[in-house]
Every structure is written in C-alpha cells, then in structure tokens.
C-alpha cells in the first residue's frame, strides 16, 4: 500500500459539468502525478507536481488543469467535462530521485 | 507481447508453468524500466525494475531481462500461480526524469 487514496471512486456527470477529483498521499513525497487509462493506449500523463504550487503538463493536459496547494493533496480539475475524458484517472507518486512510480486505486469517470 | 492496438495481447498458460511477458520500448536513451501488474479495478503494482546498466534482476519469482541492443524488455514469472492472472505492462524512464511512458500491456491468465 503507497499511502494513496482517490477519491470519489467512481464518478458519472454531464458533459459541460465541473468535475474535481482528488488525490491524497499520506508519505509527504513531493512528486505526483495523474495519468488517465484507456483501452488501446498506455496509461498517458496528464498533468504532474513536483512541489507545492510547483506543476507541469504532460502528453494530455488540454481540458485539464490541477493545483497543489499542500503537499498531500494533488487535485485534478475537469473545467468543462466532454465525452473523451471518459476515462480511468490514476494518481501516482514517485518516492525518490531514481525510483517507480506507486499508483493509487483510480477513479472511474464517466461523462454523458 | 506488447502492442499499442485495440486488443491487448493475451497469454494463457498452465498453473505450475513458466511465464514470459515481452515489452519493446521506443526510446533508446531511457535508462530505467519498471515493470508492473494490474489486476481489475484496481492500480498498477509495482513488480520489479531494472536500470540499463544491469541486463538481469531477479526478484521473488520475478526475472527481468533487458536487451539494449534491440530495445527489449521481458519479465519471467516462475512457477505461474492463479494469482498472477493480471494484466503486465512495462514501463520506460530517461534519465531518472520525471515522466513515464508505458506501454499497453499483455493480460496473463494462469490455467488452473
């Protein structure tokens, strides 16, 4: 267990709704990250902190934004929610300079 | 072994039996390669790594094996149990930086 918890698990909303999903680690590691999953790719990285206030896009940030305002918490925000952002959205952290990433358990989003 | 298609490859073999996953990476200058396992509805769990200085690790019945020459990954499971029926997939780092990039894995199932 990585000491990652993301919540809500799982989550239905309309397209053009505001969506929020959280990330809390319970170890203080100062980089995390969120990647969503689909059937036929890799998971892709999003958005990824390696601070407090301190972010960087990834492959796949356009329609997303995060912000961390404390260490343990790294939030994804879906301003406008579309249909291709139905998805799996995982949370990782990484533990040090020359280690894997640990994941969380994911968020299933569905946009209607 | 892995494939950025719609269908992950799968590999079934007999409890008791040796498996074998293979990855291709793209990028010849990453350094870092992590394996790992994912079984439904849940995160990916990291399995093993193995840095490009090294070309075998071994684990609790986990090898893995890496080929610089032709950009290839594989990991044996010895003694394949029911329990690691889960989808496996690797994972490329350069230069211990900041983002990953993996590949769409291969689904193991373990016939009993």
């Known amino acids: 267990d990585a000491g990652i918890t993301q919540s809500p698990r799982h989550k239905v909303t309309e397209t053009g709704t505001p969506v929020t999903l959280r990330c809390h680690q319970t170890?203080?590691?100062?980089?995390m990250y969120w990647y969503r999953q689909d059937p036929g790719h890799g998971l892709r990285l999003i958005h990824y902190?390696?601070?407090?206030?301190?972010?960087d896009k990834g492959e796949v940030s356009d329609g997303y934004s995060v912000s961390r305002s404390k260490t343990e918490d790294f939030l994804l925000t879906l301003e406008s929610a579309t249909s291709s952002q139905t998805s799996v959205y995982f949370c990782?952290?990484?533990?040090?300079?020359?280690?894997?990433?640990?994941f969380g358990n994911g968020t299933r989003l569905t946009v209607t | 072994g892995e494939s950025v298609g719609l269908h992950l490859p799968t590999l079934s073999v007999q409890e008791g039996d040796n498996s074998i996953i293979n990855c291709a990476y793209s990028?010849?200058?990453?350094?870092?390669f992590i394996w790992y396992k994912q079984e439904s509805g849940k995160g990916p769990q990291f399995i093993i790594d193995?840095?490009?200085?090294?070309d075998k690790r071994q684990g609790q019945r986990v090898t893995v094996l890496l080929n610089k020459t032709v950009k290839h990954l594989s990991l044996q499971i010895a003694a394949t149990q029911p329990g690691d029926s889960a989808v496996y997939f690797c994972a490329e780092n350069l230069n211990t930086g900041n983002q990953f990039y993996f590949g769409t894995g291969t689904s193991l199932t373990v016939i009993p």
């Open positions: 990782a952290i990484k533990k040090g300079a020359n280690s894997p990433l640990h």
């Open positions: 990028n010849s200058a990453s350094d870092y």
């Open positions: 902190s390696y601070g407090v206030k301190d972010t």
């Open positions: 170890e203080n590691h100062r980089y």
């Open positions: 193995i840095r490009s200085n090294m």
